[in-house]
Nanobody, 114 residues
Framework: QVQLVESGGGLVQPGGSLRLSCAASRRVFSISTSGWYRQAPGKERELVAV???????NYADSVKGRFTISRDNAKNTVNLQMNSLKPEDTAVYYC????????WGKGTLVTVSS
């Protein structure tokens, strides 16, 4: 079993930045695929960004050039740097890990509003 805990969500104005972090209870990020999903009110959960064990990354078209996913093996975290935030980025952001099975965090709310 692996527990995932997200942090870093909050309220930010359009154009602002936030950094989300996901900590795992076991050191598995470096040997697995992990990433971030989000779910806006009334919408389905969607992929935001993913990073493989080899460090390859993939992003949703809607966040390319604005969001950056990274992994800190020393701190055992996966992070999402979000810049130039838009109101449509408002959602609950979930940390995701695939290590034999799917693992999900409980989510952290990001609200982009003036």
């Amino acid at each position: 079993q692996v527990q995932l805990v997200e942090s870093g969500g909050g309220l930010v104005q359009p154009g602002g930045s936030l950094r989300l972090s996901c900590a795992a209870s076991r050191r598995v990020f470096s040997i697995s695929t992990s990433g971030w999903y989000r779910q806006a009110p009334g919408k389905e959960r969607e992929l935001v960004a993913v990073i493989t064990s080899g460090g390859s990354t993939n992003y949703a078209d809607s966040v390319k050039g604005r969001f950056t996913i990274s992994r800190d093996n020393a701190k055992n975290t996966v992070n999402l740097q979000m810049n130039s935030l838009k109101p449509e980025d408002t959602a609950v952001y979930y940390c995701y890990l695939y290590y034999y099975i799917d693992y999900w965090g409980k989510g952290t709310l990001v609200t982009v509003s003036s």
